[in-house]
């Protein structure tokens, strides 16, 4: 079987700045360059016919449909009724709300754990006067180490 073919000689710069053109344009309509091609052919030849205006015009609509259907092939568009929207759009909504209740338990737990140490620092400074011992009847006023361990290294606690 024999297919047509068209081979076309395009010498001059302003015939290969024309191609290149249309090679963009067909990629902007998302064809490939026969397809665009193809089209401009039938429009032209539509134009061209001596039927009336209203012919002109319907073979405009039946090379549009045409190239909405080679688009239509080529990028498939997820469809979806209203309801699946909005059933979307609410689950969407859920998840904003609980996530912004978990961030408040967690700012919550955070404040309960920041006043707890605040109450923990707060008794261990009134300990801290408290551990001046008195040692053979000296008080012993440079302890600040750990006592308890036989340790006095004159540092203070850190308080974290």
């Known amino acids: 079987m024999e297919y ?4 076309i000689k395009l010498l001059s ?13 067909a990629e902007d309509l998302r064809l490939t360059f026969k397809e665009f091609v193809l089209d401009c052919i039938r429009n032209a030849l539509v134009e061209e016919s001596p039927n009336s205006a209203d012919s002109a015009t319907a073979a405009e609509i039946e090379a549009l449909k045409a190239q909405i ?6 990028v498939s568009i997820p469809s979806a009724t209203k309801t699946e929207v909005h059933t979307l759009q609410e ?10 209740n978990e961030i408040k338990k967690d700012r919550e737990q955070l404040a309960s754990l920041a006043l707890a140490l605040s109450r923990l620092e707060s008794q261990i400074e009134q300990l801290v006067p408290s551990l001046n011992l008195q040692v053979d009847g000296e008080v012993n006023s440079n302890s600040d180490g750990d006592w308890l361990f036989g340790e006095d290294s004159g540092a203070e606690l850190p308080l974290t």
């Open 4 to 7: 047509p073919q068209i081979n």
């Open 91 to 100: 689950r969407v909504n859920q998840l904003r709300v609980g996530i912004s």
């Open 69 to 74: 259907a080679a688009l239509s092939e080529k």
């Open 13 to 25: 710069e302003e015939d290969r700045e024309l191609v290149k053109q249309a090679k963009q344009r």
